[in-house]
C-alpha cells in the first residue's frame, strides 16, 4: 500500500513484527540522512515484539513489573508498551522546512490519529494536560487509546504514536503508562471494533496528505 504523498516523503508499511531496538537504529541513521539531505522523509507503520520503552521523563517508580525488555527510547515522555496488536507510526519529518514549530508538529500529528480513529466511528479526543489520545472505555470511563511520543534532532522529527488496535492489554500492567495511574488503556477490540487487515493503516494512509497541509500551513496549531 503506498500514501498519495508529496514526492519528499516515502510511506512504508511492515507486515512483520520489527524489534525495538532494530527500528531505534534506523531511525537515528535516517534521521541523519534527512538532515544532511541525503535521504526522503519517512513515514514508517510497524508492531514490535513486546516492548517497555522509557522516555526522557520516565520514573522509576512507574516501571511495575519489567517483565518485557526495557529500552530507552530517547523520546520525549515516561514509559510506554509496544507490542503485537498495537500499530506504531514513526514519523520522521524535516521541520526545518515545515515551520520550525514543535508544538504545531504535535498538534498536527494527534489530529492525524484523530481522524483516522475517526474513519471507524471512534469518539476521542485530546484532554489538556494529559498526553495522548483519549476515549470513553466500556465502563464509562477515560481511557488511552493512543499514545503520543517525539523527538526533534537538528530539526527532523522522530518517533511519533500508537494505536490500540488488539493488543494484550494485561501487558500495561508492568508500567504506570505515560506516568498516568488514575486513567487505564483500551483498544478498538476491546470497545468492540473489529478492523480487517490493513484497515488502519488505510484510514491512515487516506488522512496522511491532510496531516502535512495542516502541518505546513500551519492553520492547526494551538495558540501559545
Given at each position: ?109 494527534e489530529g ?89 493503516d488505510a ?22
Amino acid at each position: 500500500m503506498s500514501a498519495m504523498l508529496e514526492e519528499s516523503v516515502e510511506w512504508r508499511v511492515e507486515s512483520g513484527e520489527i524489534p525495538y531496538r532494530a527500528a531505534l537504529a534506523e531511525m537515528d541513521a535516517r534521521n541523519r540522512r534527512i538532515a544532511a539531505g541525503e535521504a526522503r522523509e519517512l513515514i514508517w507503520l510497524l508492531e514490535h515484539p513486546p516492548v517497555y520503552t522509557a522516555g526522557t521523563s520516565a520514573s522509576g517508580a512507574d516501571l511495575l513489573d519489567p517483565r518485557f525488555e526495557v529500552v530507552e527510547a530517547g523520546r520525549g515522555g515516561r514509559y510506554t508498551y509496544h507490542g503485537p496488536g498495537q500499530r506504531v507510526g514513526y514519523v520522521l519529518l524535516d521541520l526545518g522546512r515545515r515551520g520550525r514549530d514543535v508544538r504545531c508538529f504535535v498538534h498536527a500529528l494527534e489530529g492525524w490519529v484523530l481522524d483516522a480513529l475517526g474513519t471507524f466511528g471512534v469518539e476521542c479526543w485530546r484532554s489538556d494536560g494529559r498526553v495522548g489520545i483519549w476515549t470513553r472505555d466500556v465502563d464509562g470511563r477515560e481511557a488511552k487509546i493512543g499514545a503520543i511520543g517525539v523527538r526533534v534532532r537538528r530539526w527532523v522529527t522522530m518517533h511519533g504514536f500508537s494505536i490500540n488496535v488488539a493488543p494484550d492489554l494485561a501487558h500495561f500492567g508492568g508500567i504506570v503508562p505515560c506516568g498516568i495511574a488514575e486513567f487505564g488503556v483500551t483498544s478498538l477490540e476491546k470497545l468492540g471494533i473489529a478492523l480487517a487487515p490493513g484497515a488502519l493503516d488505510a484510514a491512515l494512509a487516506a488522512h496522511a496528505p491532510g496531516f502535512l497541509a495542516a502541518l505546513d500551513t500551519r492553520k492547526s496549531c494551538p495558540t501559545p
